[in-house]
Each structure stands twice: as structure tokens, then as C-alpha cells.
């Protein structure tokens, strides 16, 4: 069973960034792809990005973060980030990554001036 674990959430102001990691444990990790989504204040979770297992790492975005957001992998650390720039009020929420079902905990991303 794989474990994911976020972290790097935190209160930024508009216009700035942020980098979340998301940690998993298992040999396994690099044989799946990685989803990140987020949970706004009193709206559903949405898909915002993944990272394919492969070794081209091919990427995709939402509209909501193209351009704003990357994703990226380090298989030998068993971790995935999400580099978030340009950082917008509306970007506040918990964010979470995926991985064949199993889901982190999340961590929370706070904008606001």
C-alpha cells in the first residue's frame, strides 16, 4: 500500500510562491503517476495537474495553473513537487497529491495580503 505525505503548504501573499512536496514511501513510487489537487473553501476537490511515471515525465495542467504551476518528480527521493508561482487569492486551498488511489493528508495554502 502506498503512503503519501504533503507538505510545504503555508500563508503567502498574491504574487508569490510556494513549493509543496509530496512524499511517498514503498520501492514502488516511481511506477505510478501522480495526480495534485486542491479543495478550495466550500467548493469540491479538482484535479490540477500530473506527472507521468514514465521516463519522460510527461506533464498536464488545468487551465486554472498553466503557465503558474509545475510539477516535477525525484524518484530516488520518492517525491513529487508542485511548484506554484504567481500565487493568486483564488488559489487558496488544501491541497493534496494522488497516487493509484491513495491520497495524502493534504496541506493547506493560504493567499492572502
Known amino acids: 500500500q502506498l503512503q503519501l505525505a504533503e507538505s510545504g503548504g503555508g500563508l503567502v501573499q498574491p504574487g508569490g510562491s510556494l513549493r509543496l512536496s509530496c512524499k511517498g514511501s514503498?520501492?514502488?513510487?516511481?511506477?505510478?503517476?501522480i495526480h495534485w489537487y486542491r479543495e478550495p473553501p466550500g467548493r469540491e476537490r479538482e484535479w490540477i495537474a500530473s506527472?507521468?511515471?514514465?521516463?519522460?515525465?510527461?506533464?498536464e495542467y488545468h487551465d486554472y495553473v498553466k503557465g503558474r504551476f509545475t510539477v516535477s518528480r525525484e524518484n530516488v527521493k520518492n517525491t513529487a513537487y508542485l511548484q506554484m508561482d504567481s500565487l493568486k487569492f483564488g488559489d487558496t486551498a488544501v491541497y493534496y497529491c494522488?497516487?493509484?488511489?491513495?491520497w495524502g493528508q493534504g496541506t493547506q495554502v493560504t493567499v492572502s495580503s
Open positions: 506527472i507521468s511515471s514514465s521516463s519522460d515525465e510527461k506533464t
Open positions: 494522488m497516487a493509484g488511489g491513495f
Open positions: 514503498g520501492p514502488t513510487f516511481s511506477s505510478y503517476r
